[in-house]
Protein backbone atom coordinates (compact mmCIF):
# COMPACT_ATOMS: atom_id res chain seq x y z
CA UNK A 1 0.00 0.00 0.00
CA UNK A 2 1.41 3.23 -0.86
CA UNK A 3 1.47 5.72 2.07
CA UNK A 4 0.95 8.66 0.20
CA UNK A 5 -0.61 9.34 -2.92
CA UNK A 6 -0.43 12.34 -5.89
CA UNK A 7 -2.59 13.57 -8.68
CA UNK A 8 -2.21 16.85 -10.52
CA UNK A 9 0.44 16.21 -13.30
CA UNK A 10 -0.32 16.56 -16.59
CA UNK A 11 0.97 18.10 -19.92
CA UNK A 12 1.03 22.38 -19.92
CA UNK A 13 2.73 24.85 -22.21
CA UNK A 14 5.49 27.13 -20.83
CA UNK A 15 4.10 29.62 -18.59
CA UNK A 16 0.91 27.48 -17.72
CA UNK A 17 -0.07 26.32 -14.65
CA UNK A 18 -0.42 23.02 -12.53
CA UNK A 19 -1.61 22.01 -9.21
CA UNK A 20 -0.42 18.85 -7.52
CA UNK A 21 -1.79 17.11 -4.51
CA UNK A 22 -0.62 14.50 -2.12
CA UNK A 23 -3.11 12.99 0.08
CA UNK A 24 -1.71 11.03 3.51
CA UNK A 25 -3.32 9.42 6.35
CA UNK A 26 -4.00 11.16 9.40
CA UNK A 27 -0.95 9.87 11.36
CA UNK A 28 1.54 9.99 8.97
CA UNK A 29 0.26 13.98 7.81
CA UNK A 30 0.29 15.06 11.45
CA UNK A 31 3.50 13.32 12.72
CA UNK A 32 5.59 15.11 9.79
CA UNK A 33 6.83 17.65 7.90
CA UNK A 34 5.89 17.25 4.16
CA UNK A 35 8.06 18.00 0.67
CA UNK A 36 7.95 17.48 -2.91
CA UNK A 37 10.77 16.30 -4.71
CA UNK A 38 11.32 15.97 -8.32
CA UNK A 39 13.54 13.82 -10.85
CA UNK A 40 14.17 15.45 -14.02
CA UNK A 41 15.08 13.46 -16.97
CA UNK A 42 19.36 12.13 -16.84
CA UNK A 43 19.34 14.06 -13.49
CA UNK A 44 19.00 12.89 -9.68
CA UNK A 45 16.05 13.85 -7.52
CA UNK A 46 16.12 17.29 -5.50
CA UNK A 47 13.97 18.64 -3.51
CA UNK A 48 11.32 21.25 -4.73
CA UNK A 49 9.38 22.24 -1.47
CA UNK A 50 9.14 21.73 2.05
CA UNK A 51 6.23 22.56 4.62
CA UNK A 52 6.67 21.73 8.26
CA UNK A 53 3.73 21.13 10.44
CA UNK A 54 3.87 24.70 11.55
CA UNK A 55 3.37 25.78 8.25
CA UNK A 56 6.85 26.76 7.50
CA UNK A 57 7.77 26.43 4.01
CA UNK A 58 10.82 26.66 1.89
CA UNK A 59 12.21 26.39 -1.68
CA UNK A 60 14.86 25.68 -3.96
CA UNK A 61 16.19 28.91 -5.74
CA UNK A 62 14.85 27.99 -8.98
CA UNK A 63 11.27 27.62 -8.31
CA UNK A 64 10.69 30.79 -5.39
CA UNK A 65 8.29 33.00 -6.78
CA UNK A 66 6.60 30.67 -9.02
CA UNK A 67 5.75 27.18 -6.58
CA UNK A 68 3.85 27.46 -3.54
CA UNK A 69 3.55 24.48 -1.17
CA UNK A 70 0.85 24.23 1.35
CA UNK A 71 -1.38 22.28 3.70
CA UNK A 72 -4.60 21.30 4.46
CA UNK A 73 -4.92 19.61 8.17
CA UNK A 74 -8.54 19.06 7.65
CA UNK A 75 -7.98 16.59 4.76
CA UNK A 76 -4.52 15.36 5.19
CA UNK A 77 -3.47 16.88 2.43
CA UNK A 78 -0.44 18.59 0.84
CA UNK A 79 -0.39 21.06 -2.11
CA UNK A 80 2.25 22.55 -5.07
CA UNK A 81 0.64 25.35 -6.85
CA UNK A 82 3.06 25.41 -10.22
CA UNK A 83 2.80 29.25 -11.69
CA UNK A 84 4.74 29.81 -14.96
CA UNK A 85 5.93 27.01 -15.63
CA UNK A 86 9.61 26.15 -17.87
CA UNK A 87 10.53 23.62 -19.81
CA UNK A 88 13.13 22.91 -16.97
CA UNK A 89 10.37 22.10 -14.77
CA UNK A 90 9.51 18.73 -16.17
CA UNK A 91 10.19 15.72 -14.32
CA UNK A 92 8.43 13.04 -12.06
CA UNK A 93 7.34 14.94 -8.94
CA UNK A 94 6.93 12.94 -5.55
CA UNK A 95 5.31 13.56 -2.33
CA UNK A 96 7.39 13.13 0.63
CA UNK A 97 6.68 13.01 4.45
CA UNK A 98 10.21 13.43 6.20
CA UNK A 99 12.27 12.10 3.19
CA UNK A 100 11.26 8.39 4.73
CA UNK A 101 7.64 7.94 3.45
CA UNK A 102 7.24 8.63 -0.34
CA UNK A 103 4.41 8.41 -3.25
CA UNK A 104 4.19 6.82 -6.56
CA UNK A 105 5.29 10.16 -8.57
CA UNK A 106 3.44 11.70 -11.20
CA UNK A 107 4.87 13.03 -14.25
CA UNK A 108 4.66 16.80 -15.18
CA UNK A 109 5.75 18.12 -18.55
CA UNK A 110 6.17 21.42 -19.31
CA UNK A 111 6.04 22.52 -23.13
CA UNK A 112 8.05 24.82 -25.04
Known amino acids: QVPLVESGGGLVQAGGSLRLACAAS????????MAWYRRAPGKQRELVAA???????TYVDAVKGRFTISRDNAKNSVYLQMNSLKPEDTGVYYC??????WGQGTQVTVSS
Open 26 to 33: AIIFSNNA
Open 51 to 57: ISISDMA
Open 96 to 101: SAAARL
